[in-house]
Every structure is written in structure tokens, then in C-alpha cells.
């Protein structure tokens, strides 16, 4: 594909060693290569920029975000098109590592998974502004994900609006009774390979260098078990919502991840919401893991609430949809401007 040919940013890639990831109950490392996008001009200059965190989906991590891609933009070739067609500000974007060994994150505390809210919002955040020519406060500070990721940026929007003054979320996860629950099935018989145990299921996976789509949704499902369910105190570490042997829900249990689902934790929530600049929600209307029901119902949630947002849907499904970054970052990197530069552009 063609690729912008104009003036571009550049890509540093620096080590973070976090403190409060010291410990952590999966053992991953403490150590950080963080992705850090500078906007053309940043070099050389003096000036200020308004600053966006990637929050990257199940399976990703920031240093999956800047890898070169045949037939698609990564996403700083991405920013420097936007960016250099006038379409966007200039921005410094970062892309963190939050990978798991779990597989991936949801960007909350958790006691079997580790502190990544505390992570990101009281240790890279400020280390960031420390280190780059940032605009300081909230207002200039944004962050957005697709997925698991967006998941990230709409709760931290909810539970730390002190950090974040503008939000994207894209395909998130929502409305768990349709995104998660039809999972727990395929959970319980990709186990029953592995004698019901979850300990041999992840030793197997860390073991295999092919894994089977059924196996990474698997993983996923315990993923997000020892996030929205840890217990320090349990066999695991988190419960599982499910009878392995018969697949049964255990209500208790499913109570727990519900506490957790935006289109349920919004009604708690919606003042934080409102405080954002901006806040962006999508999803295709073809989403394979059903998410557009729950962006729907979240959209709805939100108006019924009086809270300012922006929501789209469009014709495609959950995969492959970074371009969409084209109609959300403009927007939020502008609401996130200097009010005297969002008159003047």
C-alpha cells in the first residue's frame, strides 16, 4: 500500500521499570518497553503536546502496534498521514506493554492478575510527562482501545477521571450476559482435554508454539475470570463462574463479573463520564462477539443519563479495524487542545 510520504514523527522505544508491578501473581516482568510517539516538529522544538495512551486488545501489546504491516498502516504511519494531511493535531502518543501471561489485560486492579490501573494512571503516566514535552493536566491527557483495550479506556474514563480527559472506545466489552457468557461452554470442553484442570491448560499453552482459536478463547475466559473475580484466598487465585464438569453458571460467581460491565458500572459512573472533553464510542454492527448489542445499550444508557458523547456504528465486524482510528483520534486529540488553540484551528 501506499505510504505517507511527507514529514513524519518517529518512534522511541524506552525501558519503564515499574515499581508496582514488583510481585505481581504471574510472575511478568517488572520491565517495560513502552512505545513513544513523537509528532514531526516535536524534535528541535519547545512547544507542548496534548498526549493519547494505546491501550492494546487481548493479545497485543504496544510493541504489536508499531510492527510493520503489508496491507494496513501501523499505527504511527497512521499518525504521521493524519497528522501530516492536517486532519490531526500534532499528539504524543504512547503505546504501553500490558501484556500478560495470562494473554493479555483489562487494564483494572486485580489481586490474581496484577495492578494495571495503578500501573498506567500512578507510575507511566507521570513518569511520561516527566520525560516528554506534555501539556500536564487531565485535560490534555486522553486515552483510547479497541476491544479489551477499549474496554481499558471506557472503565478508566469511569474509575480515574483524575488521569484521563478524553476517552475512544472501540468494539469494547460490553454487556457480558452476550459478549462472555457463550464462552463458558467452549471453556469447560477445551478443559475437559486437559482433565478439568486450569493449571494443565496453562502449562500446555506455554508450552506449544501453535495454539488453535478455541484454545485462545479459552484463555481468554480465565483471562478474564482472575480479572473480574480474584481471590487471593482461592485454590487459583480468581473463581471461575462455572461447574467445570457440567458447565452449570453459578450466579454468586457471574454477579461478580457483572460488577464489572460498563452497560452496568455506567449508572455508578456517569458523573465521571461527564466530567470527560470528549468521550467516542463504536462498534460495527457485524461484531462476531456481539458487542454492538451492548455498545447499543450503553449508547442508550448514556442519553438516558445526559452524558455528552459521540457513538457510531458501522458495516463491518470485530477484526482488522484500526481504520477507524481515522474518525476518533482527530476528534479527541482535538478536544483535549489548549482552548485558545481549539478556537484558533
Known amino acids: 500500500m501506499r505510504r505517507h510520504t511527507g514529514e513524519c514523527g518517529r518512534v522511541e522505544l524506552v525501558r519503564h521499570e515499574s515499581i508496582c508491578l514488583a510481585g505481581n501473581p504471574l510472575g511478568d516482568p517488572t520491565a517495560r518497553e513502552i512505545a513513544v510517539y513523537l509528532p514531526a516538529g516535536y524534535d528541535g522544538g519547545e512547544g507542548r503536546y496534548p498526549v493519547l495512551y494505546d491501550l492494546a486488545g487481548f493479545t497485543g501489546s504496544g510493541l504489536k502496534r508499531i510492527s510493520w504491516s503489508g496491507f494496513s498502516e501501523n499505527v504511527p504511519e497512521r499518525l504521521d498521514r493524519l497528522i501530516g494531511t492536517g486532519v490531526m493535531a500534532p499528539a504524543i502518543v504512547?503505546?504501553?506493554?500490558?501484556?500478560?501471561?495470562l494473554g493479555g489485560n483489562q487494564y483494572i486492579d486485580s489481586s490474581?492478575?496484577?495492578p494495571w490501573a495503578t500501573y498506567l494512571t500512578?507510575?507511566?503516566?507521570?513518569?511520561?510527562?516527566?520525560?516528554?514535552?506534555?501539556?500536564p493536566g487531565r485535560e490534555h491527557r486522553g486515552v483510547y482501545g479497541k476491544s479489551s483495550g477499549g474496554y481499558g479506556a471506557l472503565v478508566h474514563g469511569m474509575l480515574h477521571p483524575e488521569t484521563w480527559g478524553g476517552v475512544a472506545c472501540h468494539s469494547g466489552d460490553m454487556y457480558f450476559l452476550y459478549?462472555?457468557?457463550p464462552d463458558f461452554p467452549l471453556l469447560v470442553d477445551v478443559?475437559?482435554?486437559?482433565e478439568g484442570s486450569v493449571e494443565k491448560f496453562l502449562a500446555e499453552i506455554e508450552r506449544k508454539q501453535k495454539h488453535a482459536g478455541r484454545e485462545i478463547h479459552a484463555l481468554m475466559t480465565i483471562a478474564m475470570a482472575a480479572t473480574y473475580d480474584p481471590d487471593p484466598d482461592a485454590p487459583l487465585g480468581f473463581h471461575l463462574p462455572i461447574d467445570l464438569e457440567t458447565g452449570e453458571l453459578d450466579p454468586e460467581r457471574?454477579?461478580?463479573w457483572l460488577a464489572h460491565d460498563p452497560v452496568e458500572m455506567v449508572e455508578r459512573h456517569h458523573e465521571a463520564l461527564r466530567s470527560l472533553r470528549f468521550l467516542f464510542v463504536d462498534c460495527g454492527r457485524r461484531d462476531q462477539y456481539r458487542l454492538h448489542h451492548g455498545a447499543r445499550i450503553l449508547h442508550r444508557r448514556l442519553a438516558a443519563l445526559g452524558v455528552s458523547h459521540r457513538y457510531e456504528e458501522f458495516d463491518d465486524d470485530h477484526s482488522s479495524l484500526d481504520y477507524r482510528l481515522d474518525t476518533s483520534l482527530p476528534a479527541l486529540v482535538r478536544a483535549?487542545?489548549?482552548?485558545?488553540?481549539?478556537?484558533?484551528g
Open 179 to 181: 459478549g462472555y457468557l
Open 191 to 194: 478443559l475437559a482435554r486437559h
Open 112 to 114: 490474581a492478575v496484577g
Open 122 to 135: 500512578e507510575e507511566l503516566v507521570p513518569w511520561i510527562d516527566g520525560r516528554y514535552r506534555t501539556l
Open 336 to 344: 483535549l487542545l489548549p482552548e485558545e488553540e481549539t478556537a484558533s
Open 254 to 256: 457471574w454477579a461478580r
Open 94 to 101: 504512547v503505546l504501553p506493554d500490558c501484556f500478560t501471561r
